[in-house]
C-alpha cells in the first residue's frame, strides 16, 4: 500500500541555522515525491518534486531534497533557516501511471527560534 | 486567471444534514482530488478522479460521494453529515495524475 511517514511531528531551529525534515515513502514502484508548504492561513504551495534522474533536486526558497531508494526516504534540507520557513511541511507520494494517487503524511510543523 | 476554486468556503451544517462541495478548475487539468485536512493528520485523499468520466478512492472514502461533472468541475457530497465529518476541506488538480497539485483555497465545513 502507499503511505508516507514523517516522524517529526513538530520541530524548532534558529534562525540562521540548517534544516532537515525527514520523510519516509512505502510504495511498490518508482515512486513520484513532493515536498509542499502550507504557512499560516494559506494554502498548499509545491516546493519541489522527484520524478526520475538526478536523486537531488533543487526546489523554490532555497530548499533542496534528496531521494535516497535504499532507504525509502526524500528528506528535505535548507542550509540556513529565515523566520519566513515557519510553516508546516508536507511530503507526498505517488506513481508513474497516470491512474495514480497522490498520498500526504502528515506533516512537520517548523517553528523558528530568534 | 482563477486556478482551482472551490465553493463555498465556510459551512456550518447540523448533524444529518446534506452539502454539496463544488470545485472548478480552469488549467485544462484531467485529474482532480478532494483532501481533508485535520490537525496532526496532514491531507487525507477522499476521492479523486485521475481523468473525466473516472472516480477512485482514496484513503477515507466512507460518508461522501463525489462527482466528475465535466473536466472542469468534481464535486463532493455529504449525503447526511456527521460531526466526524467537520474538517478543512480542500480540492486540488493537475495535469496529470502524479503531477504538480494545484489546491484550491479551501472550504471550513463544521457539523454540529
Known amino acids: 500500500a502507499q503511505s508516507v511517514t514523517q516522524p517529526d511531528i513538530h520541530i524548532t531551529v534558529s534562525e540562521g541555522a540548517s534544516l532537515e525534515l525527514r520523510c519516509n515513502y512505502s510504495?511498490?514502484?518508482?515512486?513520484?515525491l513532493f515536498w509542499y508548504v502550507q504557512s499560516p492561513g494559506q494554502g498548499l504551495q509545491l516546493l519541489l518534486k522527484?520524478?526520475?534522474?538526478?536523486?537531488l533536486v533543487q526546489g523554490i526558497k532555497g530548499f533542496e531534497a534528496e531521494f535516497k531508494r535504499s532507504q525509502s526516504s526524500f528528506n528535505l534540507r535548507k542550509p540556513s533557516v529565515h523566520w519566513s520557513d515557519a510553516a508546516e511541511y508536507f511530503c507526498?507520494?505517488?506513481?508513474?501511471?497516470?491512474?495514480?494517487?497522490?498520498?500526504f503524511g502528515s506533516g512537520t510543523r517548523l517553528s523558528i527560534r530568534p | 486567471n482563477a486556478g482551482v476554486t472551490q465553493t463555498p468556503k465556510f459551512q456550518v451544517l447540523k448533524t444529518g444534514q446534506s452539502m454539496t462541495l463544488q470545485c472548478a478548475q480552469d488549467?485544462?487539468?484531467?485529474?482532480m482530488y478532494w483532501y481533508r485536512q485535520d490537525p496532526g493528520m496532514g491531507l487525507r485523499l477522499i476521492y479523486y478522479?485521475?481523468?473525466?468520466?473516472?472516480?477512485d478512492k482514496g484513503e477515507v472514502p466512507n460518508g461522501y460521494n463525489v462527482s466528475r461533472l465535466n473536466k472542469r468541475e468534481f464535486s463532493l457530497r455529504l449525503e447526511s453529515a456527521a460531526p466526524s465529518q467537520t474538517s478543512v476541506y480542500f480540492c486540488?488538480?493537475?495535469?496529470f495524475g502524479p503531477g504538480e497539485l494545484f489546491f484550491g483555497e479551501g472550504s471550513r465545513l463544521t457539523v454540529l
Open positions: 507526498a507520494v505517488g506513481g508513474s501511471s497516470s491512474a495514480s494517487k497522490i498520498i
Open positions: 522527484y520524478f526520475s534522474g538526478d536523486t
Open positions: 478522479s485521475a481523468s473525466e468520466g473516472t472516480t
Open positions: 488549467m485544462n487539468h484531467n485529474s
Open positions: 510504495y511498490g514502484a518508482t515512486p513520484y
Open positions: 486540488a488538480s493537475s495535469e
